[in-house]
């Protein structure tokens, strides 16, 4: 007879009762990290409750953070590893180029629009987005809707719009179309909800209409597409590419599309949607924090009126505005032709700087596309993090594709991505000799 394991003391008759049992067992330990729950249907055969009833006690753990839905993989008590986070790496000695951050000293001085967003205090009950925020954010979005008939929603940031759109829409084991290579924030975004990521190929026009093909083939019900500096490869989508995915997309009306524009106005290029003007469930998101700053968590984003209705609920809860202080600020910075201009300058300024590390890699027999964005994704024929292990021991940090993969079976990764915007003309010289150094020797 085998002995029973942790999961063999799971116990309870409705999803929060089991959702206690399994906080209980991994705070005395009975479950560990990276211990695997049982499936559901077997967990709800054993408990004589509706299978319904442990999917809800899956997903209440998942949005606390106590396990990890991996799919077909099943689901797992979560680590205490730190998973990998945007930003500076703390603590380091290294000259940090993974950290894809803008360069605060092009974010536009906040002081003098301070002024502008005091006014009256704002009670409870109150229209949850101020009035002048809400016309401009329809004037910001509108051109690029597919449809006149939408809603303005307002969010701390993207990551919380997206994490808030697919809470509306999608249920435990739903699956969801991402990038492939794809940003840190949707990654975690998915896992912790309890969603099945499927991922889609990208190129250097984006999405691939073959891969979203086969992810609808494979039945999500939500995605996420970034039309503009893709995280971490820099693709934009061009015009051909956004009408192919919009006939790929005909046929599948009720999936929800969502259009992660956070880079808008600092991008060199132009915007193309993927949602067709038939598509029934769509919502466009644009921060601010690229060019006013990290810490304005806010974003403004544009959907159709039933999803934007059941956005609202979802803001319900907890976090029911954001802070009218905060928009009004926003609004003031992104009202300021001068602030625009700088906020032009800037997106300028990036474009260039990558062009010329580029030009540099070329130089050393490396072949890299600036794209578009605030880093570079760097082919470098060798396994990534070998040349990054090289590269730390000449004083560079940088970040491997490894961390931007969805496949758990996904080769390892043969790109590094890096943040050079900020460096001098030498130290770009001295990181372009340095990369093609570490790569030689991780051949």
Same mark, same amino acid.
């Given at each position: ?32 990290? %990276? /211990? ?50 945007? %930003? ?172 992660? /524009? ?15 003007? #038939? ?67 800037? #997106? ?24 578009? %964005? ?11 993090? /070998? ?13 491997? %594709? ?23 003309? /030498? ?17």
């Amino acid at each position: 007879m085998t002995s029973p394991t942790g999961t063999d003391e799971i116990h309870g008759g409705t999803a929060a009762e089991i959702g206690a049992s399994v906080r209980e067992l991994v705070e005395r330990g009975a479950l560990a990290p %990276g /211990d695997a729950l049982p499936p559901v249907r077997a967990l709800a055969e054993r408990l004589g409750v509706n299978r319904n009833t442990a999917v809800a006690a899956y997903r209440l753990l998942a949005r606390s953070g106590l396990v990890v839905s991996q799919g077909r993989a099943g689901t797992r008590v979560a680590g205490g590893a730190r998973v990998a986070q945007e %930003g500076y790496s703390p603590g380091s000695a290294l000259r940090d180029v993974a950290t894809g951050n803008p360069d605060p000293a092009l974010i536009p001085d906040l002081s003098r629009a301070l002024q502008a967003a005091a006014g009256r205090p704002v009670l409870y009950g109150e229209p949850v987005i101020d009035q002048a925020v809400e016309e401009w954010a329809r004037g910001w979005l509108a051109p690029d809707t597919p449809s006149d008939d939408f809603r303005v929603t307002v969010t701390s940031g993207a990551v919380d719009a997206i994490e808030r759109l697919l809470a509306q829409a999608l249920m435990r084991d739903d699956a969801v179309a991402l990038e492939d290579p794809c940003f840190l924030a949707s990654i975690h975004t998915v896992r912790l909800g309890g969603y099945r990521a499927v991922p889609v190929p990208v190129d250097a026009e984006g999405m691939t209409p073959d891969g979203l093909r086969a992810a609808l083939e494979d039945g999500v019900r939500a995605m996420v597409c970034t039309p503009r500096a893709q995280n971490p490869t820099g693709a934009a989508v061009t015009a051909g590419r956004a009408a192919e995915l919009r006939d790929v997309l005909a046929d599948h009306p009720y999936v929800l599309v969502i259009e992660d /524009d956070y880079f808008s106005l600092l991008s060199r290029r132009p915007f193309h949607s993927i949602v067709g003007p #038939g598509h029934r469930r769509w919502a466009l998101v644009r921060s601010v924090s690229k060019f006013i700053g990290p810490d304005m968590c806010l974003a403004v984003t544009a959907s159709d009126p039933k999803t934007a209705g059941r956005l609202a609920m979802r803001l319900s809860p907890g976090t029911t505005w954001v802070s009218h202080l905060l928009q009004r600020l926003s609004h003031a910075m992104l009202s300021d032709p001068d602030v625009l201009a700088q906020i032009d300058r800037a #997106g300028a300024h990036y474009a260039e700087r990558n062009e010329t590390f580029t030009r540099l890699l070329a130089a050393q027999g490396i072949q890299a596309s600036a794209g578009d %964005g605030l880093s570079l994704w760097i082919p470098v024929g060798a396994p990534a993090r /070998d040349v990054a292990e090289q590269l730390m021991r000449r004083g560079w940090l940088a970040r491997t %594709g490894d961390e931007f993969q969805l496949r758990e079976d996904a080769p390892p990764s043969q790109h590094l991505r890096v943040t050079v915007h900020d460096l001098t003309d /030498d130290e770009m010289k001295t990181l372009a000799s340095d990369l093609a150094a570490s790569r030689t020797a991780s051949f």
